[in-house]
């Protein structure tokens, strides 16, 4: 009954390799979104699409690439990654196509860069 | 620039008591405020959600209030449970498809 879930919940990787953190949502929902949670525990919000398009990508590395291959799917890959990526990502999603709507959270991917 | 502070950053009471939560934010051109609740290594659930419009929500022993015009939201939590320990935020939300901007928190800790 997971209505938001990613994988992996841990992922540890050296420096320079290329990842990927995928997130799925069962609950029919338009607009999904990628957050970083920093050591600070500070959130902040990444990229959001809504039905497959990308419409908010914050000032992020073009290292970092979301795909959408359909509306209940949004998957991140990181390129050649960098220490200051070690973070906890967190997908969420939302009913309809903006902001206004109660947000719902994945369980968040730990990611630990060497 | 939207700016969400919380104070204070962390909180330890008694198990029984009411406490309050409070969330400001530095533009009061806001659709709604939701808050959330995040435990050790887990997401985040969302509490309530106050629409500009609405003064306050209420859910069981949680209560928040917005207040727009001071720019500030609070949350009573009464008769406050060791299970209610946890971190809890604060979301300001704009319309549309502008970007939410997250306060850091208040962590909470019940004591038995």
């Known amino acids: 009954d997971t209505a938001v879930s990613q994988t992996p919940k841990y992922l540890v990787t050296q420096m320079g390799n290329d990842k990927s953190i995928k997130c799925e949502q069962n609950?029919?929902?338009?607009?999904m979104y990628w957050y970083k949670q920093d050591s600070k525990k500070f959130l902040k919000i990444m990229f959001s699409?809504?039905?497959?398009?990308?419409?908010i990508n914050e000032t992020v590395p073009n290292r970092f690439s979301p795909k959408s291959p359909d509306k209940a799917h949004l998957n991140l890959h990181i390129n050649s990654l960098e220490l200051g990526d070690s973070a906890v990502y967190f997908c969420?999603?939302?009913?309809?196509?903006?902001?206004?709507?109660?947000?719902?959270f994945g369980p968040g991917t730990r990611l630990t860069v060497l | 620039k939207q700016e969400v502070t919380q104070i204070p950053a962390a909180l330890s009471v008694p198990e029984g008591e009411n406490l309050v939560l409070n969330c400001s934010f530095t533009?009061?051109?806001?659709?709604?405020l939701q808050w959330f609740r995040q435990d050790p290594g887990k997401g985040l659930t969302s509490l309530l959600l106050?629409?500009?419009?609405?003064r306050e929500q209420t859910s069981g022993r949680l209560n928040a209030s917005l207040d727009k015009s001071s720019g500030r939201s609070t949350l009573y939590i009464a008769a406050s449970q060791p299970g209610d320990s946890a971190t809890y935020l604060c979301?300001?939300?704009?319309?549309?498809?502008?970007?939410?901007?997250f306060g850091t928190g208040t962590k909470l800790q019940v004591i038995p």
């Open positions: 969420a999603s939302t009913p309809g196509g903006s902001y206004t709507d109660t947000q719902y």
């Open positions: 979301a300001a939300q704009p319309g549309g498809y502008q970007k939410v901007t």
């Open positions: 609950l029919g929902h338009d607009t």
């Open positions: 699409y809504n039905n497959k398009e990308l419409i």
């Open positions: 533009d009061s051109a806001i659709y709604n």
């Open positions: 106050i629409q500009s419009s609405q």
